[in-house]
């Protein structure tokens, strides 16, 4: 089992900065594929970004080059350094664990509660 907390949501301009960090609980928290997706109202949940247990990342199309997911296993956390934000990227944002790996929403089974990000334009 795996508890995930979601931190470091909130409102920011168009163009600027964020860091989102994902506190997880387990002791195998090193060997799980984390990821990050997002919920805009009235859309679907979608993939933002992953990283594997061996540090191999993949990124959406639309957040590649402004938008990094790194991991600490040694305190457990993920983050997702975002930068260059837009109005678009407003939403929800989720972390997840997953034993597979890779950007298919269906392959993650832990999630966390989520945190709010807002762009203003």
């Known amino acids: 089992q795996v508890q995930l907390v979601e931190s470091g949501g909130g409102l920011v301009q168009t163009g600027g900065s964020l860091r989102l960090s994902c506190a997880a609980s387990?002791?195998?928290?090193?060997?799980?594929?984390m990821g990050w997706f997002r919920q805009a109202p009235g859309k679907e949940r979608e993939f933002v970004a992953a990283?594997?247990?061996?540090?191999?990342?993949y990124y959406a199309d639309s957040v590649k080059g402004r938008f990094t997911i790194s991991r600490d296993n040694t305190n457990n956390t993920v983050y997702l350094q975002m930068n260059s934000l837009k109005p678009e990227d407003t939403a929800v944002y989720y972390c997840?664990?997953?034993?597979?790996?890779?950007?298919?929403?269906?392959?993650?089974?832990?999630w966390g509660q989520g945190t709010q990000v807002t762009v203003s334009s």
């Open positions: 997840a664990a997953s034993e597979r790996g890779g950007r298919y929403i269906d392959w993650y089974h832990y």
């Open positions: 387990g002791r195998t928290f090193s060997t799980y594929t």
């Open positions: 990283i594997s247990w061996s540090d191999s990342t």
